[in-house]
């Protein structure tokens, strides 16, 4: 097998950290394409609920996964996720699926098959991809590894401000206390503290990190 010539940042944290911000600023950046995984758990996620499947009923959704259409692609500088040909945007982002999602995404043959789905990314391009375990289980060997973590007011007031019904503290919990692939600061990530930045702040933080980390860019 040819070695992959693309490369992987991971970029992990909670809900509500501010992590798809940085991540989409260095994909900007940097000239990469940001993937958001976690719209992958959402849009399967979506789809049970639409199916009238149980979240808990794990039997039922591996069935439903087996068959499901679900294609993960890219539209400029982002990924993008669809099922049954339909893009998923807005719908991934309701209450159900945010008070759903972390029950589906605890189910271990979920997370098998959608994080082969993110390591093919880089059969075609280099990417920033944020979530919980990029840089711990999807792409564990990259040197490019960021923590982003924010206090958990900071968080829920980010979350209330866009006008969404999140219980972040409740998702935070579950990601971090489920079995496979919990969320954690994974070996060699550097954690930055997101509570007092802004946005430009941040990624200026974030490019620091990278270039201790060893990425060359002149940006
Ligand atoms: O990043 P997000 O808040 O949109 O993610 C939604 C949920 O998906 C999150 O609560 C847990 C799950 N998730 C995951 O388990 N692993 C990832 N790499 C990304 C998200």
Redesign the pocket.
């Known amino acids: 097998m040819q070695p992959l010539r693309h490369f992987a940042i991971a970029i ?1 944290g909670p ?2 950290s501010g ?2 911000t940085i991540a989409k600023c260095l994909a900007r950046e940097l000239g990469l394409v940001m993937v ?7 849009a399967v ?1 979506w789809k049970i609920l639409e199916l009238g499947i149980d979240p808990h009923d794990s039997d039922s959704i591996i069935n439903a996964l087996q068959s499901m259409d679900l294609h993960c692609g890219v539209e400029g500088n982002f990924s993008t996720v669809a099922i049954d040909g339909k893009v998923l945007d807005e719908e ?2 309701g209450k159900e ?2 008070q759903a ?2 029950i ?3 189910i271990p043959y979920v ?1 098998e098959k ?2 082969q789905m ?1 390591r093919d990314y880089l059969q075609h391009t280099c990417v920033v ?6 840089g711990s ?2 792409f564990p060997d990259t040197p490019f590894k960021i923590y982003v973590d924010a206090s958990e007011e900071v968080r829920a007031a980010r979350r209330s401000a866009e006008g969404v019904t ?1 219980s ?1 503290a409740a ?2 919990k ?2 971090s206390n ?1 079995t496979t ?1 919990p ?1 954690l600061v994974a070996e060699g990530a550097i954690v930055l503290d997101n509570s007092d930045h802004t946005v430009a702040s941040a990624v200026a933080a974030a490019l620091d990190i990278l270039r201790s980390q060893g990425l060359v860019c002149d940006v």
């Not at 958001?36 to 959402?42: E, F, I, K, T, V």
């Open positions: 992990d809900a509500a992590k798809s958001n995984s976690g719209a992958m758990y959402r996620t991934l982002r699926v945010n999602v972390s589906v995404a605890a997370r959608l994080v993110q991809m944020e979530g919980r375990d990029i289980i999807v999140d972040v998702r935070d579950a990601d489920r692939a969320l």
